[in-house]
């Protein structure tokens, strides 16, 4: 099923620590309840997104990867 | 040792050397984004990462270090041209993974409000002034760094 979301990140091409700062900073732009697509490249970020979502309290509903690709849906809580 | 749950992250930056200098930045960046605050206590050739236009400068020492990749003798590493041989291997990798540069970091983490402590003791020693640092750092001492550790602070040194 797809997800619907209201922003899009795209972080490929970039490693730790900047994924995650995007996220952060994209996600502090939305409201509560609204999801953000992030996509990366770096093969780290799967673990660093679940980290990020348990500290943070957001809501990681998907985190899939594809040709290369690490595709994570996020809500703001 | 932070007890549980801290959200604090305190950083003593030792050493003015390329390699060394990117822990600490990116922790503390990382910090950032985790929500929680952090500090780096910069003391003795650590203030180097601080100094105006240096942060891209900084060198990796081919010297006593068995695990460069192509392992360099110390014998062989004194000769003249090795720490910038060594220096631009390291910097072509960090950018072939696409790491940001330790003068981004240094940026992202002075706005993000990750407290620069300057070790004033040390700036004495090594003749270094305020205006010889980038701007946003705060001088200090010992205690300063102590007391900020001391609430509940993952504290690690590099």
Known sequence: MEIKFDHELDCSGLSCPMPILKTKKAVDALSAGQVLKMIATDPGSTADMEAWTTKTGHELLSASEEGGKYIFFIKKV | ??????????????????????PPLILTTAALALDMEAAIFFT???????????????????????????????????????????????????????????????????????????????????????????????????????????????????
Request: net charge neutral.
């Open chain 2, 1 to 22: 040792m932070a007890t549980e749950n801290s959200n604090r992250l305190a950083i003593i930056a030792l050493h003015g050397t390329l390699d060394l200098a990117y």
């Open chain 2, 44 to 158: 003795f050739f650590g203030l180097e990462i601080l100094k105006k236009g240096n942060a891209d400068k900084l060198k990796l020492a081919p010297i006593a270090n068995p695990a460069m990749p192509m392992p360099v003798p110390n014998i062989v590493g004194v000769i003249p041209g090795m720490t910038a041989m060594a220096t631009g291997m390291m910097n072509s990798w960090m950018k072939k993974a696409n790491v940001a540069r330790l003068s981004e970091l240094l940026d992202l983490a002075v706005e993000g409000g990750v407290r620069m402590i300057a070790c004033q003791m040390s700036m004495d020693v090594m003749g270094i002034k305020k205006e010889d640092l980038i701007d946003g750092v705060e001088i200090a001492g010992a205690a300063a760094f102590l007391t900020y550790a001391s609430q509940n602070a993952i504290t690690l040194a590099f």
